[in-house]
Structure formats: structure tokens, C-alpha cells
């Protein structure tokens, strides 16, 4: 089991991709794009990352929305899937 603390790392990690990405996961969960259920295992599978660190660093270099997610984003499949509209 994760601990609290690695979940809510990633969780922020995430939403910060999604972000990066243009998304708003809630607005996405809203509009039926993609359930509650889906995006908690988008970020349990964040927590399997071994590239946390790496990833906060390149989020805090993006300023505006990007058309792609690192390589090794386990979730960039989804963003791109969202991303089409």
C-alpha cells in the first residue's frame, strides 16, 4: 500500500501534467471524458514512477500547455487520448 503522502505527491504531479498538458481533469471527470474511478488509477500509477523528481523539474520549466508529455509519463497515453478533444 502507498503511503499518504507518495499519493498526494503524485496526485499534484498529475493534475500539475494535465496542466502542463491544457487539461482540467474535474472538468474532463464532469463532461463524462473520463471517470473518477479512471483518473485514481492514473495517479496510483504515477506512484509507480521512478522518475518523481525528474518530473517535477521538467513541469516547473513548462510555461505554456505542450502537445506531449515526457517519455516516461505512465500516464502520457491518457493525456494524449483527452488531449484529441
Request: proline share 6%; glycine share 4%.
Amino acid at each position: 500500500m502507498q503511503s499518504p503522502q507518495k499519493i498526494k505527491r503524485h496526485a499534484i504531479l498529475m493534475d500539475r501534467m494535465a496542466e502542463a498538458r491544457g487539461l482540467d481533469m474535474e472538468e474532463q471527470v464532469l463532461r463524462g471524458r473520463i471517470s473518477s474511478e479512471a483518473v485514481a488509477d492514473a495517479v496510483l500509477s504515477c506512484t509507480n514512477c521512478p522518475r518523481p523528481d525528474d518530473c517535477a523539474r521538467w513541469l516547473d520549466r513548462q510555461a505554456a500547455p505542450v502537445a506531449a508529455s515526457p517519455g516516461y509519463c505512465r500516464n502520457a497515453r491518457m493525456f494524449d487520448d483527452l488531449s484529441k478533444g
